[in-house]
C-alpha cells in the first residue's frame, strides 16, 4: 500500500499571505504587536513593521515561542510559531509550527468594519428611513442612530443592498443595545432569519473582506477596509 500524500498546504496560505494584517503575542506576558505579511514561503512567514509607530521591535529575542493570530470573516485562526530572526527596524522571520491553526469564534460570526446604508422599514406613506452601518457579521449589525429612532427590544425590519447586483436583502432584527454619546448607536440582531440570508450575508463579508485586502496590496491605503455601497434604487429580494 502507498504512503499517504501529505498535507495539502493551500488550506494555511488562504488564512495568511501577503498583505495581511496580523496579530503577534507573546504567550510569557502577552505583550501583542500588530505586523504585516511581507512574505511567505511555506512555513516562513516574513512581517514588517514588527510593531507600528515604533522604530523598534519590544523585547522579544530570536528563538522565543509567538502566537500569530489571523482574523478572517470566517473566524479567527490562531497559529503556533517561532521567532527566528528580528531586524533592528522590526522585520521579522517567523517560523509556523507543523500543527493545524486552532479556529476560534469569539463572537459566533467575524464583524467587519463597513460604510453601508441600511433601510429601516416605515409605515405605507411615510418617507424612507436610512441609517448608516458602523460594522456587519453573520449575525448581527452596529448602525448609527443620530434621531433616536431605535427604541431597545424593540423588532423592525431592515434592509442591505448587499446583493452581487445591490439587490435589497430584506432582514427581521431586534435592537439588543442602544449606546447614547456624541454619536447614538444601536446594535441590531437578525432575529429568525432563514439560512439562505445567512450565507449571503457571509459570501458579501468575504467579498469585502478581499476587496480590502487587494485595496491595501496596491497602495496600503487603510481605508480599505471599509466599503461604500450605493442605495439609490434598491431591487428588492424575494
Known amino acids: 500500500m502507498s504512503a499517504p500524500p501529505p498535507p ?22 502577552g505583550t501583542r504587536v500588530r505586523a504585516r505579511i511581507a512574505r511567505r514561503s511555506g512555513q516562513e512567514v516574513l512581517v514588517h513593521p514588527f ?22 470573516p470566517f473566524g479567527l485562526f490562531v497559529y503556533q510559531a517561532r521567532l527566528a530572526e528580528i531586524a533592528p527596524d522590526g522585520t521579522a522571520l517567523l517560523r509556523l509550527d507543523e500543527t493545524r491553526p486552532r479556529r476560534r469564534q469569539l463572537r ?5 468594519p463597513v460604510r453601508l446604508g441600511v433601510m ?10 436610512i441609517l448608516r452601518a458602523r460594522n456587519l457579521s453573520g449575525s448581527g449589525i452596529l448602525v448609527f442612530d443620530p434621531e433616536s429612532r431605535l427604541i431597545p427590544q424593540s423588532t423592525v425590519r431592515i434592509g442591505l443592498p448587499i446583493g452581487n447586483s445591490g439587490e435589497l436583502l430584506r432582514l427581521p432584527a431586534r435592537v439588543v443595545r442602544v449606546q ?8 441590531l440582531w437578525f432575529d429568525g432569519i432563514s439560512e439562505g440570508a445567512r450565507q449571503m450575508l457571509l459570501r458579501y463579508l468575504v467579498r469585502q473582506h478581499r476587496r480590502a485586502q487587494q485595496g491595501r496590496g496596491r497602495d496600503g491605503d487603510k481605508t480599505g477596509t471599509v466599503c461604500v455601497l450605493p442605495i439609490e434604487r434598491p431591487t428588492e429580494r424575494p
Open 8 to 29: 495539502n498546504p493551500l488550506p494555511r496560505a488562504r488564512i495568511i499571505g501577503p498583505g495581511q494584517v496580523v496579530t503577534l503575542e507573546s504567550p510569557a506576558d
Open 51 to 72: 510593531c507600528e509607530g515604533h522604530h523598534h521591535a519590544p523585547e522579544w529575542t530570536g528563538g522565543m515561542p509567538v502566537l500569530l493570530r489571523a482574523a478572517r
Open 108 to 112: 459566533g460570526y467575524f464583524r467587519m
Open 120 to 129: 429601516l422599514e416605515t409605515e405605507p406613506g411615510e418617507p424612507t428611513v
Open 180 to 187: 447614547d454619546g456624541q454619536t447614538r448607536r444601536a446594535a
